[in-house]
C-alpha cells in the first residue's frame, strides 16, 4: 500500500530554512521563517511565560486529560481577549486546539458538515496553508482580489466586487490583522462595509487573527474584527496564540463559532466537541493553561502586554527605518508602504528574479514572490537589506 504513494511538494519556507543554514556567508538574513525574532536574532520565551511556567509546575497536580473542548476558562479568557465588548455570550460556541492551523482546519471541517457545497472565499493572495486545507478538505475554493502591487495597499474596490458574486451560504475568510503575507490592512470603514456585504449577501465570515497585538495594539488590531460580529448574525473566528504569546512550539489556539441563537450554540458547540473528539481526541493543554494564568492574573497580564508592546513597537521601528532606508537610496517614497504595514510581513513587490538575485548577490533570503518578515531584521541589516533591494532593480 505505502508503495503507491507520491512524493509530495516540498515546503517553500522549509526549503528556504534549509538553504540559509547551508550558506555559510556570516551577513546572510533570514526574511524567510515566520517567526518573530528580537535584535540578536533569537525569539525569546516571554517574562510572563516563563514565571506562569513556574507556577504552573509547582501547583499543577495532574496530567489527565481536560475536557473535549478544552478548559473553559481558556476559552473564555481568550474570547474575551479577541472580541472585547463585542463577547455574545450567549452566541459563543469554542473549543481548544493544537495552534491555529487546527482551529482552521476544524473550522472547515464545521463548514463542510454543516454546508458541504458552501465554497470558501479566500484573499488574493493568502496563507498557503489557507488553500491548501481547504483543497485536501474539498471545500471548492474562491479568490476575491485584495492586494494593489502598484500602491502596497489593499485594492477594495476590487475586492468588494469580487465579494459581490459570492453565493448565499458561502464563507469569506479575512485576516483579522497584520495579514500575511502582505502586511497591508482594511481600515475600520472598510471592515463595516463588508460587514454590511455579508450581512446583504447572507454570507459566512470566517476570520483567522493570528497577530493581536503585534500592529497598532492589542485592542485597535481587532477593532474590525468586534466591528463586524457587531453586524452579522454568525461567524467563525480561529484564534492563535503562537505569535502574541511566543509559544510557537506549545499549539495553542482556539476556533470560536457565533451561532445565531443560543438554541443553535447548544448544537454548534456540540458538532464542535465531536469534531475536536475525531481528529485529535482532546487538545493539549500546557500552552492554554499558561495562557489561561496569565489572562487572568493582574499582574502577569500586565507584564505581557507590556513585553509584547515592546515587540511591536520594534517591528513598527524597523519597519520606519528600512522605509527611510530606501527613500534616501532611491529619491523616492515608492517603498513608503513598508511603513505603513502591519505585523510581521510585507510583500515587498519583487519579482522571482529579482529575490534570486538578493539571494545570490547579497545574502537575503526570502519567500519567491518577495514576502519578507520584518522582524528578521535588525539596526544593521536595514541598510543590509535597502542595498540589496536597490541593486536588485526592485
Known sequence: MLS??????????????????????????????????????????MRAVKTAERQLVEAQDTKVYTGLAGDPVFADALSRLVLGDAWPADRLACVATPGGTSAIRQGLELIRMAAPDAALWLSMPTWPNHPAIANYLGVPVREYRYFDAETGGVDFAAMMDDLGRAATGDVVMLHGCCHNPTGANLTLDQWDAVADLIVERDLLPFVDIAYQGFGDGLDADAAGLRALVSKVPEALIAASCSKNFGIYRERTGLLMAIAPSAKRRQVTQGAMAALNRLNFSFPPDHGARVVQMILTDD??????????????????????????????RTGSDRFGFLAAHRGMFSLLGATPEQVEVMRRDHGVYMVGDSRMNIAGLNAATVPILADAIVAAGV
Open 4 to 45: 503507491a504513494l507520491t512524493p509530495q511538494a516540498p515546503d517553500k519556507i522549509l526549503a528556504l530554512m534549509a538553504a540559509f543554514r547551508e550558506d555559510p556567508r556570516e551577513a546572510k538574513i533570514d526574511l524567510g521563517v515566520g517567526v518573530y525574532k528580537d535584535a540578536t536574532g533569537l525569539t525569546p520565551v
Open 299 to 328: 499582574t502577569l497580564r500586565a507584564d505581557w502586554a507590556a513585553e509584547l508592546e515592546d515587540v511591536r513597537k520594534g517591528m513598527l521601528s524597523l519597519r520606519e527605518a528600512l522605509a527611510t532606508a530606501l527613500r534616501a
